[in-house]
């Protein structure tokens, strides 16, 4: 299996944030700014989360392109690149028996 995708997509993203295209969802987002790009990733988040609660693998399939496809539209708006993502990624893998203790509850609001 190869990764090439996500390369040549978020290539293209960036290709759209530096030259962009009228028609173009891509620069619709860099047009509108930062908080219409969080607004998506949120909603996007949020079907991820619907989808799993129904078990729908097709639906939740599909949830999680349109979640990463909006994260790399983020992620472009920020500057972040996927070697980026990549370096912490390694870093993760790294790790093991990285258990954290539990939260503390909240008790005041």
Request: charged share 40%.
């Amino acid at each position: 299996m190869s990764y090439d995708v996500y390369e040549r997509v978020f290539e293209t993203i960036l290709d759209r944030k530096k030259n962009p295209e009228e028609g173009s969802y891509t620069t619709y987002l860099f047009n509108k700014g930062l908080e219409k790009i969080l607004k998506k990733v949120g909603e996007e988040s949020t079907e991820v989360i619907i989808a799993s609660c129904k078990k729908d693998k097709k639906e939740v399939i599909n949830e999680y392109g349109d979640l990463i496809y909006h994260l790399m539209v983020l992620m472009a708006e920020l500057d972040i690149s996927l070697e980026d993502i990549y370096e912490v990624m390694e870093e993760r893998d790294k790790k093991t028996h990285n258990l954290k203790a539990e939260r503390k509850p909240i008790e005041n609001l």
